[in-house]
C-alpha cells in the first residue's frame, strides 16, 4: 500500500458553464454536457476530479445577450468562490468565453484577502473589447476589458465594483486575431501580449516560461484561460472561432505540464468547445489532454 500523505489534498471540481449568448453562435453552451458524456476529463490514482454543476442561464435572464452574460457570471462567481474555499481546484468548462468574467471574479474573491490574482490567457483573441470599440457587439469579445475594469458596469460589477485584475499581472499567449481598438486598451493599460509571431520566433516553452515568472510575480495565485481557438484549426475542427496558424495541441499540453502540482495554480477554465463542429470528438480530446497535463499521475481507465 501506498502512503496517503503523499497525495494532493486538492480534487479538480468541474464547473461547466453553459453560456452562449456571448457569441454569434450559441452553439457553445451546448459544450460542457457534451464534454461530460465524453468523459473526456480522467481521475488518477493522485488527482481526484468530479463533475459538479453544469450552470444555465436563469430563466429571468434570457432577454438579452447583457442579462443573460451578467446573470450566469454571478452564478459562476459565486460557485467557483465556494470551490477555492472548499480548498479545492475550479476547473470551468465553457461555454462561450463571456463566462470567464464570472470565473476570474470567483477566483479573485477568494483570492483577495491574501493577495492580488495572476492570469495566463491563452487565446486566438485579445477579448478586450468594449461596447464603445467593438464591431460585433459579441460580449465574448470582452471578457478580458471587464476583468481589467473596463466597460459595461453591468459586467465590471460581477463579483464587485473593483477592477478584478491588475495589468502587470496578466499575459497574453497565441494571439493571432484582433482590432485596433482593443489592442490599444491593451498597450494603454500596458498588459503583456505574447502574440503568435513571437511564440514562432521564440518557442512557447520559453514564452510560457516568461508568463509564469510574470503572474507568479506579487500574485498570491494565478490561473490559466484556455480557449480552444488557440489550438491549430486544421487539428482541432469543434471551436468557437477558428483562426489559422495557432498553437499545437503537444506543444500547449507540454507547457501547461509544468504547473502539474503548483500550489500557487489555483484554477483553470476550458472554453469555446463547439460540439456541433467537432469530428468524432476530436477536439474534446484535446480538451481532456490539455486537463491531463496539469493532472498528477497515470488516467484511470473507463469501462
Ligand atoms: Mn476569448
Known sequence: MHSTAALPTRSIFIIGAASGAGA???????????????RVFH????????????????????????????????RLAAEVET???????????????????????GVYRALAERGPLGLIWIDAHMDSHTFATTPSGQIHGMPLACLLGQGEATLTAIGGAEA?????????????????????????????????????????????????????????????SVVLDALEPDEEPGMGTPVPGGLYRTELVAALSHLRGDPTFVA??????NPRRDRRHATAAAAGALVDAITPGPPTPRY
Open 24 to 38: 454569434p453562435d450559441p452553439a457553445t453552451a451546448e459544450g460542457p454536457d457534451a464534454l461530460r458524456r465524453y
Open 43 to 74: 481521475d488518477t490514482p493522485l488527482q481526484h476530479v468530479e463533475w459538479g454543476a453544469i450552470l444555465h442561464v436563469p430563466r429571468a435572464a434570457r432577454d438579452t445577450p447583457l442579462h443573460a452574460v451578467a446573470a450566469l457570471g454571478a
Open 83 to 105: 470551490v477555492l474555499r472548499a480548498g479545492n481546484f475550479p476547473l470551468v468548462v465553457g461555454g462561450d468565453h463571456s463566462c470567464a468574467i464570472g470565473t476570474w471574479s
Open 164 to 224: 478584478k485584475l491588475r495589468p502587470e499581472h496578466v499575459c497574453l499567449i497565441g494571439v493571432r486575431s484582433y482590432e485596433a481598438g482593443e489592442a490599444a486598451l491593451l498597450q494603454r493599460l500596458g498588459v503583456r501580449v505574447f502574440d503568435m509571431a513571437e511564440v514562432r520566433r521564440r518557442g512557447l516553452a520559453t514564452v510560457f516560461d516568461e508568463a509564469l515568472a510574470l503572474v507568479r510575480h506579487g500574485t498570491a495565485g494565478f490561473g490559466v
Open 268 to 273: 483553470m477554465e476550458i472554453v469555446e468547445y
